[in-house]
Protein backbone atom coordinates (compact mmCIF):
# COMPACT_ATOMS: atom_id res chain seq x y z
CA UNK A 1 0.00 0.00 0.00
CA UNK A 2 1.10 3.56 -1.03
CA UNK A 3 0.08 6.67 0.17
CA UNK A 4 0.67 9.75 -1.96
CA UNK A 5 0.79 13.48 -1.29
CA UNK A 6 0.94 16.22 -3.14
CA UNK A 7 2.14 19.75 -2.53
CA UNK A 8 4.15 22.42 -4.26
CA UNK A 9 1.11 23.93 -6.42
CA UNK A 10 0.28 27.49 -6.90
CA UNK A 11 -0.22 30.91 -8.89
CA UNK A 12 2.72 31.82 -11.23
CA UNK A 13 2.77 33.79 -14.18
CA UNK A 14 3.38 32.67 -17.91
CA UNK A 15 6.88 31.91 -18.09
CA UNK A 16 7.63 31.18 -14.23
CA UNK A 17 8.87 28.05 -12.38
CA UNK A 18 6.85 25.47 -9.86
CA UNK A 19 8.10 22.92 -8.19
CA UNK A 20 5.57 20.19 -7.23
CA UNK A 21 6.73 17.41 -4.97
CA UNK A 22 4.70 13.75 -4.29
CA UNK A 23 5.91 12.69 -0.82
CA UNK A 24 4.87 8.94 -0.21
CA UNK A 25 4.43 6.61 2.45
CA UNK A 26 5.08 2.83 2.58
CA UNK A 27 8.12 0.52 2.69
CA UNK A 28 7.90 -0.60 -1.23
CA UNK A 29 8.15 3.06 -2.59
CA UNK A 30 11.41 2.25 -4.27
CA UNK A 31 9.35 -0.32 -6.09
CA UNK A 32 7.29 1.93 -7.75
CA UNK A 33 7.13 3.49 -10.97
CA UNK A 34 5.73 6.77 -10.43
CA UNK A 35 3.50 9.34 -12.55
CA UNK A 36 2.19 13.30 -12.77
CA UNK A 37 -1.13 13.80 -14.18
CA UNK A 38 -2.92 16.86 -15.15
CA UNK A 39 -6.61 17.43 -14.97
CA UNK A 40 -7.92 20.37 -16.19
CA UNK A 41 -11.68 21.98 -16.18
CA UNK A 42 -13.86 19.72 -18.23
CA UNK A 43 -10.90 17.97 -19.84
CA UNK A 44 -9.59 14.21 -19.46
CA UNK A 45 -6.92 13.70 -16.83
CA UNK A 46 -3.32 14.20 -19.03
CA UNK A 47 -0.30 12.15 -18.76
CA UNK A 48 2.76 14.27 -17.92
CA UNK A 49 5.42 12.45 -16.74
CA UNK A 50 6.98 9.47 -15.24
CA UNK A 51 9.85 7.98 -14.02
CA UNK A 52 10.59 4.27 -13.18
CA UNK A 53 11.45 2.77 -9.65
CA UNK A 54 15.04 3.30 -10.10
CA UNK A 55 14.73 7.13 -11.84
CA UNK A 56 16.92 5.79 -15.23
CA UNK A 57 14.02 5.29 -17.00
CA UNK A 58 11.58 8.94 -17.32
CA UNK A 59 9.12 9.72 -19.95
CA UNK A 60 7.55 12.92 -20.99
CA UNK A 61 3.86 14.23 -22.49
CA UNK A 62 4.94 16.26 -25.95
CA UNK A 63 3.94 19.42 -24.85
CA UNK A 64 6.19 19.42 -21.56
CA UNK A 65 9.36 18.07 -23.24
CA UNK A 66 12.18 20.49 -22.87
CA UNK A 67 10.56 22.71 -19.92
CA UNK A 68 9.24 19.95 -16.91
CA UNK A 69 11.56 17.56 -15.21
CA UNK A 70 10.85 14.28 -13.28
CA UNK A 71 13.38 12.77 -10.15
CA UNK A 72 12.96 11.21 -7.65
CA UNK A 73 14.97 10.16 -4.10
CA UNK A 74 14.01 6.82 -3.01
CA UNK A 75 15.65 7.27 0.10
CA UNK A 76 13.59 10.39 1.11
CA UNK A 77 10.37 8.50 -0.43
CA UNK A 78 9.96 11.57 -3.12
CA UNK A 79 9.48 12.51 -6.29
CA UNK A 80 9.81 15.97 -8.08
CA UNK A 81 8.54 17.62 -11.05
CA UNK A 82 10.12 20.46 -11.68
CA UNK A 83 8.14 23.31 -14.37
CA UNK A 84 10.22 25.97 -16.26
CA UNK A 85 8.70 28.08 -18.52
CA UNK A 86 4.88 27.88 -17.43
CA UNK A 87 2.38 28.14 -19.91
CA UNK A 88 -1.77 29.14 -19.18
CA UNK A 89 -2.32 25.55 -20.98
CA UNK A 90 -0.66 24.16 -17.96
CA UNK A 91 -3.34 25.60 -15.84
CA UNK A 92 -4.59 22.47 -14.15
CA UNK A 93 -5.05 20.10 -10.83
CA UNK A 94 -1.73 18.17 -10.79
CA UNK A 95 -1.91 14.35 -9.57
CA UNK A 96 0.99 11.83 -8.70
CA UNK A 97 0.48 8.58 -9.11
CA UNK A 98 2.15 4.84 -8.19
CA UNK A 99 1.93 1.80 -9.35
CA UNK A 100 4.07 -1.55 -8.69
CA UNK A 101 6.87 -2.23 -11.35
CA UNK A 102 10.66 -2.79 -10.95
CA UNK A 103 10.54 -2.71 -14.94
CA UNK A 104 12.04 0.19 -17.28
CA UNK A 105 9.36 0.93 -19.47
CA UNK A 106 7.05 4.07 -18.75
CA UNK A 107 3.70 3.69 -18.75
CA UNK A 108 1.72 6.56 -19.44
CA UNK A 109 -2.39 5.58 -19.37
CA UNK A 110 -3.84 6.41 -15.87
CA UNK A 111 -5.35 2.94 -16.03
CA UNK A 112 -2.00 1.54 -15.20
CA UNK A 113 -1.46 3.66 -11.85
CA UNK A 114 -2.90 1.77 -8.68
CA UNK A 115 -2.23 4.84 -6.08
CA UNK A 116 -3.45 8.62 -6.16
CA UNK A 117 -2.69 11.38 -4.54
CA UNK A 118 -5.42 14.12 -3.85
CA UNK A 119 -3.92 16.68 -6.32
CA UNK A 120 -2.33 19.58 -6.06
CA UNK A 121 -3.63 22.80 -8.37
CA UNK A 122 -1.62 24.43 -10.44
CA UNK A 123 -2.92 27.92 -11.83
CA UNK A 124 -0.94 30.11 -14.75
CA UNK A 125 -1.78 33.41 -15.09
CA UNK A 126 -1.08 35.21 -18.76
Known amino acids: QVQLIESGGGLVQAGGSLRLSCAAS????????IAWFRQAPGKERDFVAA????????GYADSVKGRFTISRDNAKNTVNLQMNSLKPEDTAVYYC???????????????????WGQGTQVTVSS
Open 26 to 33: GRTFSRHA
Open 97 to 115: AARYSTGIFIRIDAKDYDY
Open 51 to 58: INWSGGST
